[in-house]
């Protein structure tokens, strides 16, 4: 599990693209599966969904190493 929150840079882009900058070493298909098994959270809700992210928003992903 890690925790990160979204800063300016990233203030209304894709989760994808947040996620892959934040985890250099991941393959976009692994982010995918993980939205597909809502194992991603924003802001305290479990998304299914590529949405968009803005500055402050607080994400927890379960992602196995």
């Known amino acids: ?3 990160l929150v979204v800063n300016k ?3 209304g882009k894709k989760i994808v693209n947040f996620l892959l900058d ?3 070493n991941l393959k ?3 982010i ?3 939205l597909r098994k ?3 959270i924003v802001n305290g809700k479990r998304i299914t969904e590529n949405i ?3 500055s402050g ?3 927890v992903v379960y992602i196995t190493d």
Do not use: G, L, P, R
Request: avoid cysteine.
């Open 1 to 3: 599990m890690k925790k």
């Open 57 to 59: 928003d607080k994400i």
């Open 28 to 30: 976009q298909s692994t």
């Open 32 to 34: 995918f599966k993980a």
């Open 22 to 24: 934040e985890f250099n």
């Open 52 to 54: 968009t992210v803005y």
């Open 9 to 11: 840079k990233y203030n």
């Open 38 to 40: 809502k194992d991603i």
